[in-house]
């Protein structure tokens, strides 16, 4: 029999996780922690994803964590997540209550599984302006030269992330600070949901066409009205950089769509391929077809036993 503390469902973008662990927190008395990088931004509910909707069952709602809990002004990274994670976790746990972190940013969910306790290293403006002029395969170089641990959990697809850290790892040896595990006392089943390229594809592109009839443009003038960046919006990627092009006259609507349509594609491959990275790196993922009986086969079939002692 394995005991477990925390529930994981992860799977690439539009693939039904949020469903799935409403679904499963029903039945095990759960509430969710959010494992999306983006979710925690008010005022970013329909290009995120939010679903808020979904929570709300024919037994009752579904409490959630880490989800609207910082103005879209704000700069949000690992650390604060690690640190919000935690305490969401604990307050779960206190209340008797099952922890099921749920999302799609790999990263983030890795380094919440593992506990890794990174330093909030202060940005270095001067030291970004140097290595935005050298190549991705130059900064993973160096990035995997400087920490060994910081490049196995850094996102290499995204040049920023890579930029950071890079400036985390710098940080780390100016001031002798190590990496030590704050939650080794996880012990996490994770279920992960993988779809035929086919029909997630189809998913994405259904999804995306429902989010801009909802009004996901208008959600993005909304910020720029606010005051919100454009450097901001861009960052933020994929609907946010394209419907802030849009709307800046840089592209037409047609344009927008379909370069949306083409980087989220790539975007959910990228997901599957840090999930498959995680069994790795040492946390085993149970892959099913999403339906809640296949999850539930998961369980039995391992005879997992849900824990909070």
């Not at 579904?62 to 650390?79: A, G, K, R, T, W």
């Not at 491959?269 to 809640?292: A, E, L, V, Y």
Request: charged share 30%; with cysteine.
């Amino acid at each position: 029999m394995e005991e477990h503390n925390i529930l994981t469902i992860i799977g690439p973008t539009a693939s039904g996780k949020t469903r799935l662990a409403v679904e499963l927190a029903v039945e095990i008395n759960g509430e969710i922690i959010s494992g999306d990088s983006r979710q925690v931004y008010i005022g970013m509910d329909i290009g995120t994803g939010k679903d808020i909707e979904e929570y709300n069952t024919p037994s009752g709602p579904v409490s959630y964590h880490l989800i609207d809990i910082v103005s879209p002004f704000e700069d949000y990274n690992l650390f604060r997540y690690i640190k919000d994670f935690n305490k969401s976790y604990e307050d779960i746990v206190s209340r008797k209550k099952f922890p099921i972190l749920c999302g799609g940013s790999g990263l983030y969910i890795e380094a919440a599984l593992k506990g890794y306790n990174l330093p909030d290293a202060p940005e270095n403006k001067s030291l970004r302006e140097e290595l935005e002029l050298l190549t991705k395969e130059e900064l993973i170089s160096m990035l995997r030269e400087q920490s060994t641990e910081i490049y196995n959990n850094t996102d290499i697809s995204s040049k920023r992330r890579i930029i950071r850290g890079i400036e985390i790892a710098l940080y780390m040896k100016e001031n002798k600070i190590t990496t030590s595990p704050k939650n080794t006392d996880l012990k996490p089943i994770v279920i992960g949901i993988s779809l035929p390229r086919e029909e997630l594809i189809a998913r994405i592109d259904e999804r995306l066409e429902k989010r801009l009839n909802q009004g996901m443009i208008d959600e993005v003038k909304s910020l720029i009205e606010k005051g919100v960046p454009l450097e901001k919006l861009y960052k933020l990627g994929l609907e946010y950089r394209y419907c802030s092009m849009y709307l800046n006259n840089q592209i037409n609507y047609d344009d927008m769509v379909l370069k949306l349509k083409t980087e989220i594609h790539r975007f959910s491959k990228r997901q599957m391929t840090w999930f498959r990275g995680m069994g790795k790196r040492g946390i085993p993922i149970q892959w099913i077809d999403g339906n809640t009986s296949s999850a539930f086969r998961v369980i039995e079939n391992h005879g997992i036993i849900f824990s909070l002692n």
